[in-house]
């Protein structure tokens, strides 16, 4: 065998193999297109275009036959009338046909001129061309017959009213607009959403990780029942959001949550306050007039409070890898607990707090669910990823919300270029 | 000379610290388990920790249950004697039910704390090293307590506020202590009602199908692909794997938009199997890059003499990775799960129809004036169970599943 034939054998396997591994990963590649990659294309096409929530209803032609006449009168013709609506208030219908079969043995007598009869089969049926209907265009369309003796009135309408008609989908068509990004960006309310998003992104991260890092220092010393509290601790992260968001809701309600009655109760407030509700809180300090955001801060400590136990578990698993014998060794030299965590503990797991910090503030920065299910974004806790809801789905103005998540798209790109740079090779 | 480096300064601190926390605690407790209203003060708590924290240092005897009980029981007589014989608000005397019991329980607890602080200081001057060993070791016991206490506090107001009844909700909202003496029907009435009146089977059912489906489809696919991406050889296979990691960093918000869109015209939106769409697309890629890493692992030896039998590699991927990465894909099975089961942001936007809603759907529509806020809490409840109870039987696999591919949440 020469080496010719050898390159072409390990060729064709490697083309097999090559051609393997593309089939295992279609199917995976396909759904992320369709509903990952797809969408995150259309968000930009959506942004471009005027459109509203209600235009998401395709527009429809109805049309409604009435029949009007005696049918014991052999020689007095029925009327038939059909009636047609355009459904859409703002967009016109074209190539509009619509069809009806006659019943058997009715004989027509006058005719619009939109509209024809052709035999088929046997059936004689009415075929109307209306054309182009306008934007709530509405109007009748009427026809003589005179009937046999064995028609009545429900043969006429028993038979159903096909029409066909082409209108301009919204989705896909060609108008575009500038309005959806002028409208997020010169409003007042940007800059009081790009802060509330900033002091929730940077102080839920930094809050869940000090807490995390806290607990892991707690949990890594061994005590009696250490796996229970250990597993204990990952419950705020475990359970569905819309629980513990509305356990949270209720206990700090102000009519009728513990917390306030509890406040009351030991004499350190003297009102309930309304604490997911309340924008700001106002105080004197030194002679200076402050402001404290009272419903941002309760968000980002339920942020920190769901989310410590991911940033826990993972500094936890990095401690525990630490050799031991490290400890014992500086223990021996007679460096205080301080010393040991602070020259040993924190330069083993200073990698994972880089790449958690960053992770996280990526997740924190999009996390919707919690502020929508504690405030509904308001108080002061509009955040982007709330804001596109509301744009889109509250003010129902589809196009601005698409401008919105363009703009979370955008800091979210500049976020993963960072990440990939500064991502410690080792702890991916 | 240095005070606070003396023994009995830190054992002093201890008292001071350990027993008005756990006289709070305790008030607060004793408040919310009986109903009584009790104004706290702290001044013969601070008392007692003084004297307590300050002989602890002093005396040490051998016998740890020994020194338990000599210690409580003064914790206990000097309680009740700098607090005039009413340690629990000036309304109730000691020798009263609740009030005697929260008494012992604040002393040993107290006793305890402020002992296993303290540790082996004497009175005299101490080292650095032990000093700062004493400071360690409070802090490691208040911020166990701590918590401890933030993730007990929401979960059992949730559980019983689900257990009371309107009235009695609105007259003491503090009072969050169960009546056991009352029927089981009136106990647990607002599950009774969830399920007969809301239809909350058919949610659970909802939930339960829907995540399972997830389940099913993020396997099929992502085994494959995590097999091809960790053992086969192609051309941009290191970009296919940068790319997962990247895909994961997309949050639903910025899909939900032109998916609503979509799902609507395509008549997609109000139907479970929309969901079934959207769900897994959003975790098969965590889960392909969990497996990934699971597959990377295993000897290439193991699929090269599988070759060498004859085996094709579907069935080495059937025969030998699959079971060997049992593991692996049971805590990306129960990741999964998670994460269907607990999802919110499409099931509320895609889902209409109260007959096909899944339970955080359900939830959020029982969030109104007209429902009573126990029967939220109920529902809050029933959602909760299901991921608890499978999270504490599986804990291990979970907890390894959510190290492995989770920073995402």
């Known amino acids: 065998m020469n080496a010719g034939t050898k390159k072409n054998i390990t060729g064709a396997l490697a083309r097999r193999e090559r051609r393997l591994a593309f089939g295992l990963l279609l199917p995976t590649f396909l759904l992320v297109l369709a509903i990952v990659l797809f969408p995150l294309f259309a968000n930009f096409w959506i942004s471009f275009k005027p459109i509203s929530l209600a235009d998401l209803r395709p527009p429809t032609i109805f049309v409604k036959e009435r029949i009007k006449g005696k049918f014991n009168d052999l020689q007095e013709p029925i009327k038939i009338e059909y009636r047609f609506r355009n459904s859409s208030i703002k967009y016109a219908l074209s190539d509009v046909v619509f069809k009806d079969d006659l019943p058997q043995g009715v004989e027509v007598v006058e005719i619009g001129k939109e ?41 006429f309408t028993e038979t159903r009213v096909i029409s066909s008609f082409t209108a301009k989908n919204v989705l896909t068509s060609l108008d575009f607009t500038l309005e959806n990004y002028s409208k997020v960006f010169s409003s007042s309310e940007f800059i009081s959403v790009l802060k509330a998003t900033i002091y929730y992104t940077f102080f839920g991260t930094a809050g869940a990780l000090i807490l995390g890092l806290f607990a892991a220092q707690i949990i890594s010393k061994a ?25 949270w809701v209720i206990l700090f309600d102000p009519f009728s949550g513990s917390v306030n009655a509890m406040l009351i109760e030991l004499g350190v407030s003297e009102k309930p306050i309304n604490f997911f509700g309340k924008r700001a809180i106002s105080f004197s300090f030194l002679g200076l007039q402050m402001s404290f955001p ?40 007679g460096a205080t607990p301080f010393q040991q965590f602070w020259y040993l503990s924190i330069p083993h797991i200073i990698g994972i707090l880089a790449v958690l910090f960053l992770l996280r503030f990526i997740w924190t920065f999009n996390k919707f669910d919690d502020i929508f299910l504690l405030t509904g974004g308001n108080a002061g806790t509009r955040t982007f990823t709330v804001n596109v809801y509301e744009q889109a789905f509250a003010i129902s103005n589809l196009g601005a919300g698409a401008a ?22 080792d702890e991916s | 000379m240095a005070f606070w480096r003396l023994g009995i300064f830190s054992g002093i601190i201890a008292g001071l610290i350990w027993a008005p926390v756990w006289h709070v605690i305790i008030t607060v407790g004793l408040i919310i388990s009986s109903g009584i209203s009790i104004e706290l003060q702290l001044g013969p708590a601070l008392l007692t920790g003084i004297l307590v924290g300050g002989l602890t240092v002093i005396k040490k005897v051998e016998n740890k249950l020994i020194t338990l009980i000599i210690g409580s029981s003064l914790t206990f007589f000097s309680l009740i004697l700098f607090s005039i014989g009413k340690p629990f608000g000036s309304e109730l005397l000691v020798y009263q039910g609740p009030i005697f019991i929260a008494t012992s329980l604040f002393s040993v607890i107290t006793f ?27 802090v490691w016991g208040l911020g166990l307590v701590f918590l401890i206490l933030i993730v007990v506090i929401p979960f059992y107001v949730m559980l019983m506020t689900s257990l009371k009844n309107q009235q009695s909700l609105l007259k003491n909202p503090l009072d969050l202590s169960i009546d056991l003496t009352s029927s089981p029907g009136k106990l647990f009435n607002s599950y009774i009602e969830l399920f007969v009146e809301y239809d909350f089977l058919t949610l659970l059912l909802n939930s339960a199908f829907v995540s399972i489906v997830t389940v099913i489809i993020t396997l099929l696919f992502s085994i494959p692909g995590a097999y091809a991406v960790a053992k086969l050889r192609f051309p941009a296979r290191q970009w296919f794997s940068g790319s997962i990691l990247m895909i994961y960093l997309i949050p639903a918000i910025i899909l939900v938009i032109p998916l609503y869109s979509v ?29 990934k890493g699971y597959f990377s692992g295993l000897p290439s ?36 799960f998670m994460i269907a089961w607990n999802e919110f942001l499409f099931a509320f936007m895609f889902l209409d129809d109260i007959k096909i809603f899944t339970l955080s759907r359900g939830i959020v529509s029982l969030n109104s004036t007209e429902v009573p806020r126990q029967h939220l809490m109920a529902a809050s409840v029933v959602a909760t169970v299901p991921v608890l109870f499978i999270f504490l039987w599986f804990e291990k696999f979970l907890v390894s599943g959510l190290t492995s591919g989770s920073v995402k949440g």
């Open chain 1, 404 to 425: 919105v998540a363009v703009v979370i798209f955008m800091f979210l790109l500049v976020f993963s270029i960072l990440f990939i740079k500064f991502t410690p090779k």
């Open chain 2, 301 to 336: 030896e193991l699929d090269d003499a599988g070759l060498m039998d004859g085996l094709t590699r579907w069935q080495i991927i059937i025969k030998i990775s699959i079971p060997l990465a049992i593991p692996a894909i049971a805590s990306v099975a129960l990741y999964v």
């Open chain 2, 112 to 138: 305890f704390s402020i002992n296993n602080s303290v540790g082996t200081l004497n009175f005299g001057l101490v080292k650095k090293y032990f000093l700062e060993a004493f400071y360690a070791r409070l």
């Open chain 1, 294 to 333: 009272l419903a941002l801060t309760m968000v980002i400590i339920f942020e920190v409070w769901r989310y410590f136990p991911l940033s826990f578990l993972f500094i936890l698993a990095r401690m525990q890898s630490i050799p031991s014998d490290l400890y014992e060794a500086a223990e021996m030299d």
């Open chain 1, 115 to 155: 509209c024809n009869v052709s035999k088929l089969s046997g059936v004689e049926t009415v075929v109307c061309e209306l054309g182009n209907v306008a934007p709530k265009e509405r109007g009748k369309i009427e026809l003589k017959v005179l009937s046999s003796s064995s028609t009545q009135k429900e043969s």
């Open chain 1, 223 to 247: 005590f009696p029942g250490r796996a229970i509290v250990r597993g204990f601790l990952l419950f705020p992260y475990v359970a569905p959001v819309i629980a513990v968001a509305f356990s």
């Open chain 2, 263 to 291: 799902f609507s015209q395509l008549g997609l939106r109000n139907s479970l199997l929309g969901l079934c769409i959207v769900y897994p697309a959003t975790t098969i890629p965590v889960a392909l890059y969990m497996l």
